[in-house]
Structure formats: C-alpha cells, structure tokens
C-alpha cells in the first residue's frame, strides 16, 4: 500500500490539504530488528480535540497498514491508544517495508463535524461510514535486512525462471534483481520442477544450475564489484564468505578464482553430487 493524495468528499486531516485550520497528525514509527524477529512500534500524536473526543468514545481509532510487498504480507493493526506495537516473525518480512498511519471511523458517524474545519466547511456535517479515513499520517518505508543465518542461505539468494521458449537455448543468469535470476528454456525448467522434488538430487541441481552461476557471478563482480554492493543476493554471499572466515572484498578476487570461491560456498558440490548419483544408483540397484 502507498499512500498518494487524492481528494475524500468530506474534510480529512493531512498536512498535504486545507481541510483543517490549526490541527495535526502524526506518528512516530520505528522498527527494531532482533533475532528471528522484528518489532514495529507507532506512537501518534494527534491535535485535534474532536477527533480525540471521537477516539475516546469509541466511534474513532488510530490505525496503522503494514505492508511487504516482496513477501505479499499484510497487517492492519488499530488501537484507542496512542501506542500501537506488534512483533513479526522474520520469515514474513524481507526488503522493504510500508507503514501507513492513520486514523478511521471505528463505527458509523452520523453527522460528523468538526470545530476546527477549514471555514469552507463550517456548519457542515457529514455522513462517514465504518473504515472510513479521517486522518492521514506520512508514510515510512523502512528497509529490513535480513538475520544474518537467513541471509548465509545460499539457494534463498537465487530464483529460477522459465524462458517463453522450447529451443535448447543455454542457461542464461541476470544479476540485476535482489535475487539472482537462472533463466532455463521452458524443457530445462519443467525438469528442474521434476528434480526439485526429489530430495537426493538436489546436490546434483546445485551442481548444475547454482555452481556455474555463482561461477559467473564472481567473474562479474571482478570487473563490477561496486555495481552490485546494494542488492540482497550480493549481502547474502557476503554472510555465506564470513561463515567461512573469507572476507569479499576486491583483494579476495587477488588470492582465490572463481571457481575455488563457489566451490568453498556451496561446500564442495561436485564431490556432493557425485556422492547423490552413486547412492541413487546403488538404491536403484539394491530394489531390483
């Protein structure tokens, strides 16, 4: 949810309009990022004596929307008070964060007015409906990095994708996007759907689609480091190095190649899927 002006057909507190004289809306919004979980805190101030009086008798409340938009979660929290505070588990937030204050008709207002209407509306009374605004707050984006361990989670930095096409077109990787795209042709994806539920030949995919990208994404970031600093997946490969006591930065391109660093992240995937392919086939063996 963004907020964006747009005109109501009765007067709403917002400091981007006159339908007020001398009132104010604000709310103090901070967000605490700790283990496994953040904690988002709203604190209002409102001016404004009626809409107070309509808070405190229960036809009015603060409200705030929180938003994100990378995870598809959504919140609505109200309260009388002038605190709201609600804690999230990680797992249902990543990126960026909106939170939109406001205050809402908790009931039907029948003859809503106000004594501090702009003069073009004094005298005049409305009919609000349950939900409605009746006060707006600026909005806050907030940024929210991810705990570290998450982060350090090499296939959660990667998204695999299906070319609109059927020709044997070759495995194709963009990394301009907080994840790194794999782009397959649309014969190369539907196999990697079968594969990706088989357990046991997930180290072979991570040989196969994951090494050689990780391959090229450190090939690029030998010319383009900096290009790529402000991106999640480049965070991520960065918590997955230090797990390992390797600091990325430029000199680490100087002393180690681009296939030694993706073979160190993904601990070995080669010896991992040639492991995954004789089990398999001694299984495979062993039923007939």
Same mark, same amino acid.
């Given at each position: 949810?963004?907020?964006?002006? $747009?005109?109501?057909?009765?007067?709403?507190?917002?400091?981007?309009?006159?339908?007020?004289?001398?009132? *104010? %809306?604000? *709310?103090?919004?901070?967000?605490?990022?700790?283990?496994?979980?953040?904690?988002?805190?709203?604190?209002f101030d409102l001016t404004n004596d009626d809409l107070s009086r309509y808070i405190a008798g229960g @036809?009015?409340?603060?409200?705030?929307?929180?938003?994100?938009?990378?995870?598809?979660y959504r919140k609505v929290l109200t309260s009388s008070d002038k605190h709201i505070e609600i804690v999230?588990?990680?797992?249902?937030?990543?990126? @960026?964060?909106?939170?939109?204050? %406001?205050? #809402?008709?908790?009931?039907?207002?029948?003859?809503?007015?106000?004594?501090?209407?702009?003069?073009?509306?004094?005298?005049?009374? %409305?009919?609000?409906? @349950?939900? !409605?605004?009746?006060?707006?707050?600026?909005?806050?984006?907030?940024?929210?990095?991810?705990?570290?361990? &998450?982060? !350090?989670?090499?296939?959660?930095?990667?998204?695999?994708?299906? $070319?609109?096409?059927?020709?044997?077109?070759?495995?194709?990787?963009?990394?301009?996007? &907080?994840?790194?795209?794999?782009?397959?042709?649309? +014969?190369? %994806? $539907?196999?990697?759907?079968?594969?990706? $539920?088989?357990?046991?030949?997930?180290? +072979?995919?991570?040989?196969?689609?994951?090494?050689?990208?990780? #391959?090229?994404?450190? &090939?690029?970031?030998?010319?383009?480091?900096?290009?790529?600093?402000?991106?999640?997946?480049?965070?991520g490969i960065s918590a997955a190095l230090k797990k390992v006591n390797i600091t990325f930065d430029e000199?680490?391109?100087?002393?180690?190649?681009?296939? &030694?660093? *993706?073979?160190?992240?993904? !601990?070995?995937?080669?010896?991992?899927?040639?492991?995954?392919? +004789?089990?398999?086939?001694?299984?495979?063996?062993?039923? +007939?």
């Amino acid at each position: 949810m963004e907020i964006k002006y $747009k005109l109501y057909p009765y007067p709403v507190l917002w400091s981007l309009n006159d339908d007020y004289n001398h009132s *104010a %809306f604000s *709310a103090d919004i901070k967000a605490r990022n700790e283990y496994k979980k953040t904690t988002i805190t709203a604190d209002f101030d409102l001016t404004n004596d009626d809409l107070s009086r309509y808070i405190a008798g229960g @036809k009015a409340e603060y409200l705030i929307h929180i938003e994100c938009s990378l995870t598809a979660y959504r919140k609505v929290l109200t309260s009388s008070d002038k605190h709201i505070e609600i804690v999230i588990d990680d797992t249902q937030l990543n990126g @960026k964060i909106s939170i939109c204050p %406001f205050i #809402v008709a908790k009931t039907d207002i029948l003859n809503y007015s106000n004594s501090d209407f702009n003069q073009d509306y004094l005298g005049a009374a %409305f009919n609000v409906e @349950k939900g !409605a605004i009746l006060a707006v707050s600026e909005q806050v984006n907030i940024n929210l990095t991810k705990d570290f361990d &998450e982060l !350090a989670n090499l296939p959660s930095i990667f998204t695999i994708c299906k $070319k609109d096409t059927t020709d044997p077109t070759p495995m194709e990787v963009e990394l301009d996007s &907080e994840k790194i795209r794999i782009n397959l042709n649309s +014969v190369d %994806f $539907k196999n990697y759907q079968i594969m990706c $539920k088989m357990n046991s030949m997930l180290p +072979v995919l991570h040989t196969s689609l994951i090494f050689p990208a990780l #391959v090229f994404v450190f &090939e690029k970031l030998r010319t383009d480091y900096n290009e790529y600093e402000d991106y999640r997946w480049f965070r991520g490969i960065s918590a997955a190095l230090k797990k390992v006591n390797i600091t990325f930065d430029e000199d680490t391109f100087n002393n180690k190649t681009s296939i &030694e660093l *993706a073979q160190v992240l993904l !601990a070995l995937p080669i010896r991992n899927a040639f492991s995954a392919i +004789v089990s398999r086939d001694s299984s495979e063996e062993d039923d +007939v």
